[in-house]
DNA sequence: CTGAAAGCGCTAACAC
DNA sequence: GTGTTAGCGCTTTCAG
């Protein structure tokens, strides 16, 4: 039974393809109608479907003008292999691994409204998700046929290893090189200073977790940036322990306590955060936004109603990353994508007294 | 194309059911090995695999009589449909909505974790979950052909409408009369009270968040029960306002600001709220457990380290789940049950001084 | 009321 | 190298 499953196919119905550089729909796709299989692929490049299953499944014995042949045939077609079909033969579904890096805290809103976007992708549908703990030696500790990699740093060993192994996966996150989606945060972070900046608040305090996040190390990046390309005094930065609304609300109620207040506005890189840091400021008598205007970042639902946040648009993410799995899993060419974020203006933030 | 999607099958390999009070593994199943089919059931029943997917599938035109012998050699022999087969032939997957009540928050730790073990069920396999949200009128507002209910309160509109639909579905909480499955709420808080009780605390406080949750209000009464049992004084109930850490925090600070401190133990009802109360007594210069012993309840990963707390076993009522949701798509016998829970002793307890 | 048979889309073994 | 073919387990006509 099963042998290499690394050409393994992904569902997915066929027009949109969206926030990528590729051109639409694959064009003929639309012509018949819907559902090609491997069938049409194979009539269309003038080939057995035994040959085209080949090149799919990159077993050798294809001659390179033949497997050229049915690729473009496949891209023309907007062939999507399906998986149904493919677990009914092969006796054993397709396994992706959810794979958080080692202490990366699993039980975040983000991680979780992921799975759930990932899970109403009809292109996932089937798939065998899994969700893979890191061990201590930074690798997956289960085996599978395919992974998504969240929380990678710098020199991730996880990368370097799956490369070296051949097995597909796709980076949440930002990275060169490797197939990787994520929102765009350092625009979010300039869009949050542009926002308060054209609000009058030349003097703010960005609330964050330190620089273990990478995204989190991009908000703050273009929040500074905008700031400095404003000439506006550079935003103060207030590090809480932890991502947790708990955690933010501390730092703020020492931040208080300690000092005079010098902003009038403060941006939370997350809304989480931004939560706890309201509940600080109401509890020290300030009122928002007419004392002090909070920006968020994610616009979570069920998080921070009201709140003036980035939206970033986990949902395209997760299809991004769905479209990407798909494409290592057929071993398409490499891209990376970024997710554009805006601005959603709510209550809390406001012009400055 | 698909009709009637009721009788939809679940996979799931064999052996192994467990905390249900059925017997083991159906005795035959064993015999040949492994893996068996529609075919297996019709050879077994002396029909043919026509009939026994009639049967499955609750479509009329069979015999009383052989639809029995096929129901008992399904039932003799482990059969479970196999997913891949049923959807390739119906050009269409099972659906089953993950319905949380209106205005039940989602991105909950509890929902979380559900959600990965029920990802790592086999059984699960295939299943497509979706993630539905539910309307104001207290319905889901997308249709599936079946689904887990969450949050569910005393008169849930979507258990009477399920029902009267034939939708299948399986809820996750505590009800007789439905099939449903939860960890033992009211155990759990009785667990915690008597080792409380053994450490001399007879002096506690239970940090909870109103009755809103039976989940919740189930712990407080096997706790407060407990107490009563034990002749010790009735713990005193400190609401929080939400279920957060942040919540409980906020509680505790202000009820040790507001009064002098008369207990030595505290009890919350979940492990986050555990973090925040003991936030609030280390910033009052509490010491835990020399001062104050902290239980929390769910044992969550990540959530808490070193915390004493009541384990639930999310695993198991998420495979309970699944198997229920299968028979439930088999047309099989009702019931309900609960998963036991246990006492975790870690560092945040210790006796009275 | 029940059996037989034709696929669903794909993989893999076996020919050519 | 590439085509052909036999299933994978199930649903669903179509006969009887």
Redesign the interface.
């Known amino acids: 039974m099963a042998t290499n499953l690394d050409g393994a196919p992904l569902d997915g119905s066929s027009s949109d393809r969206q926030a990528s550089g590729s051109p639409v729909a694959p064009a003929a796709a639309a012509a018949t109608g819907a559902h090609v299989t491997i069938h049409d692929v194979a009539t269309a490049a003038a080939v057995s479907i035994g040959t085209v299953s080949r090149v799919l499944n990159q077993r050798g014995g294809v001659s390179p003008v033949t497997r050229a042949r049915v690729r473009s045939a496949v891209e023309t077609l907007g062939y999507r292999p399906?998986r149904?079909?493919r677990?009914?033969s092969n006796r054993r579904?397709v396994t992706v691994g959810l794979s958080t890096a080692f202490g990366h805290?699993?039980?975040i809103?983000y991680?979780?409204?992921f799975?759930?976007h990932l899970?109403?992708e009809p292109a996932s549908?089937?798939l065998?998700?899994?969700?893979v703990p890191t061990g201590p030696d930074g690798l997956p500790a289960a085996a599978m046929d395919a992974y998504m990699l969240f929380g990678a740093h710098a020199d991730d060993p996880r990368i370097a290893d799956l490369n070296r192994r051949g097995v597909p996966f796709v980076l949440v996150g930002q990275r060169e090189g490797v197939r990787s989606v994520a929102a765009d945060d350092e625009a979010g972070g300039r869009l949050a200073a542009e926002h308060l900046l054209r609000l009058g608040h030349s003097h703010t305090v960005h609330v964050t977790g330190g620089r273990q996040s990478q995204a989190l190390g991009d908000r703050a990046d273009g929040f500074l940036a905008a700031y400095e390309d404003a000439g506006a005094p550079p935003p103060r930065l207030l590090a809480s322990d932890d991502l947790?609304?708990?955690g933010a609300?501390?730092a703020m109620v020492r931040d208080l306590a300690s000092r005079e207040r010098a902003y009038t506005a403060v941006f939370a890189a997350t809304d989480e955060m931004a939560?706890?840091v309201m509940?600080a400021l109401s509890?020290a008598g300030l009122k928002v936004p007419a004392d002090v205007s909070v920006v968020g970042f994610d616009d979570?639902?069920?998080?921070g109603d009201g709140l003036t946040t980035i939206r970033q648009d986990i949902a395209a993410v997760a299809r991004t990353a769905v479209e990407l799995l798909h494409e290592a899993l057929t071993h398409e060419r490499v891209r990376s994508v970024r997710v554009p974020v805006r601005l959603i203006v709510r209550g809390t933030s406001a012009g400055r007294r």
């Open positions: 399906d149904a079909a677990e009914l579904p805290r699993r039980l809103p991680f979780m409204l799975l759930e899970l109403d549908s089937g065998r998700l899994r969700d947790s609304a708990l609300y501390r939560v706890g509940a509890d979570m639902p069920e998080v």
